[in-house]
């Protein structure tokens, strides 16, 4: 700051270096209220829309040390937030009409930073944590001595405690290269005999890795379409690993933990109106 006269003030422009979608404007309003609510902040563009390379979509006007001193932190924010809105945006175009979710997997102390993002992309957020839904992934289901156990272990707690929570489990296909091992069919038999038979807290069936890329570039989405049919309609099905690249026709949703663990950012800078800080520098004789 000991560049910065106390009292110079002057307009910055958000400038968008690359296409994408927008994301992260309202947050941006918060910090900069936080940090000084004189701050006078305008925007062309809204949540959600699209910008391209070279637009200024926003600008502030203030005290200048303190348009600097938010400057990393309102950048970093829309930059992530950007890229994940950008990379849901993309993602539900090739998905159509599978819902796009956003997962559990998000950055450290960000979580509903990423969710907020998923939003204004067009996705829809699905489990906040580990801990509103239950979940039944492929290390409880080994524990547990295969997915029926993990299953009867499940409704047994949920009774004991009273609650009523939805039940997500989580088959994957176990493959060697190109290989599909049988075991996972066979795990959404028993998943689909047990529920027919006993009253089951089941909600939800995640059928993951079930899309798989061909060497010559294709994919090879028959297990999946064969887990669909065995399915038939009896539960919400989320789809996950590489569903992206191919429109499958009966799930219900599609999921990506990549969207908000290894998002790419959208590239954003914030320039400062030289002319404008000249201009009140040569009035304040500073300049």
């Not at 959600?48 to 924010?77: S, W």
């Not at 295969?146 to 409704?155: E, F, H, I, P, T």
Request: aromatic content about 4%; overall charge negative; proline content about 2%.
């Amino acid at each position: 700051m000991a560049t910065i006269p106390d009292d110079m003030e002057v307009e910055a422009h958000f400038l968008a270096k690359e296409d994408g979608i927008i994301a992260g404007i309202a947050l941006v309003e918060f910090v900069y209220n936080e940090v000084d609510p004189s701050l006078k902040v305008e925007w062309s563009q809204t949540d959600g829309d699209y910008v391209h390379k070279g637009l200024k979509f926003g600008k502030v006007h203030g005290r200048a040390q303190n348009i600097v001193r938010a400057e990393k932190v309102v950048l970093n924010f829309m930059q992530r937030m950007s890229g994940i809105a950008a990379q849901t945006k993309g993602n539900g175009r090739c998905c159509t009409p599978c819902t796009h979710l956003g997962d559990e997997e998000t950055a450290p102390v960000l979580r509903l930073v990423d969710k907020w993002a998923v939003l204004i992309g067009g996705g829809r957020n699905h489990r906040m944590g580990l801990f509103d839904m239950v979940l039944i992934k492929d290390n409880h289901i080994s524990i547990a001595g295969g997915v029926r156990n993990a299953l009867k272990s499940v409704d047994s707690y949920l009774e004991k405690r009273n609650l009523r929570m939805e039940v997500d489990v989580y088959v994957c296909s176990h493959r060697s290269g190109h290989v599909i091992d049988t075991r996972t069919m066979e795990e959404i038999k028993d998943v689909l005999g047990d529920a027919s038979k006993t009253k089951s807290s089941l909600t939800w069936i995640m059928l993951d890795n079930m899309v798989v890329p061909l060497d010559n570039g294709d994919v090879d989405v028959s297990m999946l379409k064969e887990a669909m049919e065995l399915i038939n309609g009896k539960f919400e099905t989320e789809a996950s690993g590489n569903v992206t690249l191919e429109i499958v026709s009966g799930v219900t949703y599609i999921s990506s933990g990549a969207l908000t663990h290894s998002v790419k950012a959208l590239d954003i800078s914030l320039k400062i109106d030289t002319e404008l800080a000249l201009e009140v520098g040569r009035r304040t004789k500073r300049a």
